[in-house]
Each structure stands twice: as C-alpha cells, then as structure tokens.
C-alpha cells in the first residue's frame, strides 16, 4: 500500500478547509429551507414565538379649537376627546409620553400650561394624575402592564391646556411622542 | 536533468490541520448559534406619535408676564 507523502496531506487539508468552509455558509444560506420534508411517524415540533412590543394611536390629534388668553380646556371627562393608544404586539406594556414639538411659544416644557395624563385604561395600572409635558429626558409615565389581549388592551390619554396669558395669537402645534415599552 | 519535487514540511502539514479544526470547529458554532437564534429576536419598544393644536384668539400679544404656573391648579 502505498503512504501519502506530506504533499498530499496539503492537498487533502486543503480540500477540507474548502469543504468546511462551504458548508459551513451553504447550512446557513440553506438552512430554512433544508428544515422540511415528509414524516411518516410521529413528529414534535417546537417554536418559540418573540416577544414584540407594538403600539397604535387613533384619533391621534387633539383640536381644542379657539381659545383665550387665561382660558383652559380638557379633553378628559365630559369633552372625552382623548388620544385612544392601544397595545398591538404581544407583550404588556409600559407607555411614557414626552414632547417632542412645545405647544406653546411662551413656555417651554415642562410647564403646568400644557400637562397630560392617563385616563379610563382597560387594563394594568392607569396613572390618571395630571402631570406637566415633559421634554424627552424625563418623560411621564402614563400607564404600566397595559395587557396585550384584545378587548383589554388600550386606553387613554387626557390632556388640559391652559394658553399663556403672554402668548401670541394664532395657531399652535404641540408634538407628543409616546414610548411603548415591554413591562 | 530531471526535476526534482520538493515535499512539504511536516510544519506545513501541521499548521495545516490545526487551521482545519479550528475553521471547522467555528463552522460548527456558527450554524449552531444561528439555528438557535434565527427567529427569536424580540421588540422591545415601539413609540407613536399625538398632536395637540388650538388656535389661540385675542390680544396679539400680551406684555404682562406670569410667574411659573402662577394660578394653574
């Protein structure tokens, strides 16, 4: 019989570092469709479904239409004109809310002219404590545990203006943003 | 003149082999990792967005300031 010399031993490591290499891509390219084919007994399968966070808002803008110096308005309570959130993924939430535009020109969030809070949830823990708008840093928490299963899973968000008694006239245009967060 | 073929080390042979293990070896963790984690990330956080617009009426402007949140509740 007759003995490999070192030269085909190169040749032989060479063809297998190629070969492992290949596979190695070719199992992830192919690797979902590989995962197929026909059984003929019995056969378990496991999943594991991910875990999403996923928000909505309808009736999203709020329009207090005109108002006065001095004059204040809500959109809780009788108005019921609110911003309806609802949870969308699959996960409990924890929803904050933040400015991202000032309502007013003449005060600058955070400031007890423009404030918001939590009202009438279907579900987790309501915070229906007015609190100022604030700026991005410390944003205000509106609700914890919002549930994620239909028909328990949305609530909504009050807010209460009062116009500046040094604002200028015309119309404003206050941004919020609002952060869905797995609990 | 006949030629002569020269062999390899047996250096070569084994440095080699020890690059064919270990490519292969990470070959081997690679799939592993992937098949274990392909499908399973998660979402932790969504944002949306709301708007508040009024129109404010009357005096164009005001020269009479106010102290912070002086007279709101």
């Known amino acids: 019989m007759k003995v490999l010399n ?20 070719l199992s992830i390219n192919f690797i979902d469709d590989v995962i197929t084919g026909a059984a003929t007994t019995t056969g378990n399968v496991t999943i594991t479904v991910s875990s999403t966070a996923g928000c909505s808002a309808t009736d999203a803008i709020i329009a207090f239409g005109n108002l006065a110096q001095n004059e204040s ?8 004109d609110t911003i309806h959130i609802a949870n969308t993924g699959n996960t409990n939430l924890d929803v904050t809310a933040e400015t991202s535009v000032n309502l007013f020109s003449q005060r ?20 229906t404590t007015e609190h100022n708008v604030q700026e991005a840093s410390n944003a205000t928490s509106l609700i914890t545990s919002l549930d994620f299963n239909d028909g328990t899973d949305d609530f909504n ?10 604002e200028t006239a015309g119309a404003k245009n206050g941004e919020l943003t609002f952060t869905c967060t797995t609990s | 003149m006949k030629r002569v073929k020269r062999e390899v080390s047996d250096k070569v042979v084994f440095v080699l082999l020890v690059v064919a ?17 392909s499908g399973d990330e998660q979402v932790m956080e969504d944002e949306v967005g709301g708007m508040v617009i009024l129109n404010v009426v009357g005096e164009e402007n005001s020269v009479e300031e106010v102290e912070d949140n002086e007279g709101i509740e």
């Open chain 1, 73 to 80: 308005n809500n959109t809780g309570g009788a108005n019921n």
């Open chain 1, 157 to 166: 968000v009050s807010i209460n203006v009062t116009v500046p008694d040094n």
């Open chain 1, 6 to 25: 070192n030269n085909g031993l190169v040749v032989l490591l060479t063809v297998a570092i190629i070969a492992s290499v290949s596979g190695t891509f």
């Open chain 2, 21 to 37: 293990f270990v490519i292969s070896a990470l070959g081997g963790y690679i799939v592993y990792d992937y098949s274990h984690n």
């Open chain 1, 108 to 127: 600058d969030a955070p400031s007890a002219f423009w404030r918001i809070s939590c009202y009438l949830a279907e579900s987790g823990s309501c915070n």
